[in-house]
């Protein structure tokens, strides 16, 4: 059964560690985030983004998939179903289809109308029992054609989305999303300090945390982030032991054109980026 990530993300935030969100993009993504949380007694959140959502042929399949597979497997551990970057209308799909957990990211909207459709969210959302996260200030890079600049929210204005009772937000601090460049200038501590200080007890995100050094990371987690996404790194560790076991020849011997077989270099390669990540944040153990 799926939970919100409310409860979780407030563990988080008092125990000073965080809880990773891995995007999914297909079964066996979601079958080695969930096997590698349960293994290592994690709570996990498995995130989907539009565009994932609609490779997958819509949001109910991913609902149903996600929650059929957590029963099938006998997991344990607390896990939410989160849709990532959603628009307005993506939120509202996402709540039908049997999400446990919705972002509304309205960062590239007016502020005021950011403000007016978050309130909407939450009262939508809480009815249900669902959580709602909201953003304030633009991730960089580009996530489903959206390209941001790495901005650092206003503290003033994360306050106000935040008052509106908002489960979990997510602020830029200098943060983008796909691969880090050489001349990127690391995260703005100073403003997430400044967030934290005027938000509370309400549990932080990160978004693009694919490539962040490990000690940023820990920083950050110290400072409030309770919630830390991760894909492009399990995108390119999947790639690049797909790519090893292909030009090793592997698939031209005997059923290893099999796409269990094909795919299982990867999927180990996707558990270990997991694994790496879930101890980095300090979550393994923490699911009971």
């Not at 997991?75 to 939120?91: F, K, M, N, R, W």
């Not at 919705?102 to 950011?114: I, K, R």
């Not at 997991?274 to 009971?288: I, P, T």
Request: charged share 20%; hydrophobic share 45%.
């Amino acid at each position: 059964m799926l939970v919100n990530a409310t409860e979780m993300l407030q563990k988080a935030k008092a125990g000073k560690y965080a809880v990773g969100h891995f995007n999914t993009n297909n079964l066996e993504w979601t079958k080695c985030i969930l096997q590698t949380a349960q293994e290592l007694e994690s709570p996990v959140i498995i995130g989907v983004s539009e565009g994932a959502g609609k490779y997958m042929t819509g949001f109910k399949t991913v609902a149903t998939m996600v929650d059929t597979m957590v029963d099938a497997l006998g997991i344990t551990v607390p896990v939410a179903l989160h849709l990532d970057h959603g628009s307005y209308e993506g939120a509202i799909a996402c709540i039908k289809a049997g999400f446990s957990s919705v972002m509304f990211d309205g960062s590239h909207l007016p502020f005021e109308e950011n403000l007016a459709k978050t309130r909407e969210l939450v009262a939508a959302t809480h009815i249900l029992g669902l959580s709602l996260e909201a953003e304030v200030g633009a991730i960089g890079g580009e996530e489903d054609g959206v390209v941001g600049k790495g901005e650092c929210a206003d503290p003033a204005e994360c306050k106000l989305i935040a008052d509106l009772g908002v489960d979990f937000l997510a602020a830029g601090i200098g943060n983008i999303h796909g691969k880090y460049p050489a001349n990127w200038a690391g995260l703005s501590f100073d403003t997430l300090a400044a967030i934290n200080a005027q938000v509370g007890d309400l549990p932080l995100v990160l978004h693009g945390g694919s490539g962040i050094p490990e000690d940023m990371i820990r920083k950050a987690i110290s400072l409030g982030v309770s919630k830390i996404n991760v894909n492009t790194e399990c995108q390119l560790a999947f790639q690049a032991a797909t790519r090893e076991y292909i030009e090793a020849g592997k698939d031209l011997q005997g059923k290893g054109y099999d796409p269990r077989k094909l795919l299982a270099p990867g999927c180990e390669a996707i558990k270990a980026t997991v694994k790496e990540k879930m101890e980095l944040f300090g979550s393994v153990g923490k699911a009971f």
